[in-house]
């Protein structure tokens, strides 16, 4: 039996994980608390750690688990911007999840900007009180606008597929085009020159941080539509609220959020909001934010509990996977497509 201490749990990761746990001989100890400074400590005596979205991987972390002897962080989802690859590097190797449903994060960020849209959190609000009112929500077609996509991997290209389906025209950018993908591509500049809407699908990196700010903002339709469900450092967020009060952003819709730490997946209706960006695009009438949920499906639960338990069965048989990342791959082109061993 491996033994896995499992962090910032939450009560629906513990159905599958225990499933698939126990038909392949793994051990979870489930800890609510972020993984960091204060709590590395916990995993002592365990094998491997697995650790989510907004747990600190720095430096620091990668030294204690290393000292107690941990040679396996499995992240249990895509994005990898939270851990010091470089510092893991040699030491710790690492594991994630890089898909468990696309279509539940691209279906998201279509449901986000049809609420929108449509004012369709308004219309439920006002109907459970009677009012049958319809001034203030009033939406667009869909149909025949154009929108950007910054980003066509797997999301990108599920997100790509949904809005031609609503018939609208799409604009694309990515790093690494993909020249079998039927969509108009351009340069990033055009692209938000363009687009009545925009949609970010790419990770986020040392350098597209803020790729949405004050400078890229002007470059934008008045009255754009910025939808992310990808990493909230994608978006300058000052810059986002300034957008949206002197009206050259029409809306925004936020899975995520960059300060969203300490706050996301939490309870804190009972508490007075330090920050205060978070709290101004809270009280806009054209803001939308959900807490990091565009995962959040039966089909992605089950698919990110089955691949993380097959990471960490793979990591103690020796068996190499293109789930490993590390510091070259993270940051070398096609590094992946190079190597057949482990990263180290
Ligand atoms: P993917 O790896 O399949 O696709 C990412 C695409 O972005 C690739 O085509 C890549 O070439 C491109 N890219 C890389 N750097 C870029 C840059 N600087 N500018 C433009 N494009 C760039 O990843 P996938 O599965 O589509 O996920 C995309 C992102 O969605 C993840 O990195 C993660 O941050 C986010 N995500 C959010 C979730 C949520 O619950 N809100 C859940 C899962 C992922």
Excluded: W
């Amino acid at each position: 039996m491996f033994k896995i201490a499992f962090y910032d749990t939450k009560s629906y990761d513990i159905p599958a994980f225990e499933k698939y746990g126990k038909e392949r001989g793994i051990e979870f100890k489930f800890f609510e608390s972020h993984l960091n400074s204060d709590t590395a400590h916990l995993s002592k005596g365990y094998d491997g750690v697995c650790a989510f979205v907004n747990d600190t991987i720095d430096k620091e972390v990668i030294d204690i688990l290393y000292s107690y002897n941990i040679k396996l962080i499995a992240l249990r989802c895509a994005g990898f911007n939270n851990i010091d690859t470089k510092a893991a590097f040699g030491k710790i190797h690492i594991y994630r999840v890089p898909a468990y449903s696309p279509y539940a994060v691209a279906e998201h960020a279509m449901a986000l900007l049809q609420t929108i849209n449509r004012r369709i959190h308004k219309a439920y609000i006002r109907t459970r009180d009677y009012n049958f009112s319809l001034n203030e929500l009033v939406g667009v077609d869909l149909y025949d606008k154009t929108i950007g996509v910054v980003g066509t991997g797997k999301i990108g290209k599920v997100f790509i597929n949904i809005c031609k389906g609503y018939g609208m025209h799409v604009l694309a950018y990515d790093k690494y085009p993909d020249p079998n993908l039927d969509v108009e591509y351009v340069e990033l500049d055009e692209l938000f020159k363009r687009s009545d809407f925009i949609s970010l699908h790419c990770p986020l990196t040392d350098e597209n941080k803020h790729m949405i700010n004050s400078e890229s903002i002007k470059l934008m339709k008045k009255g754009v539509g910025i939808i992310n469900t990808s990493r909230g450092g994608l978006i300058d967020g000052k810059a986002l609220l300034e957008g949206i009060k002197n009206r050259q952003i029409g809306f925004a819709c936020l899975d995520v959020y960059e300060e969203e730490g300490d706050l996301f997946y939490q309870d804190k209706s009972g508490h007075i909001l330090d920050d205060d960006t978070l709290r101004s695009l809270i009280a806009m009438p054209n803001v939308i934010i959900t807490s990091h949920q565009a995962f959040l499906t039966k089909e992605a639960l089950q698919n990110i509990a089955d691949t993380t338990t097959q990471n960490i069965i793979d990591y103690f048989s020796n068996k190499t996977t293109d789930n490993e990342i590390c510091y070259h791959c993270a940051n070398m082109e096609n590094c992946k497509k190079k190597r057949n061993l482990k990263c180290f």
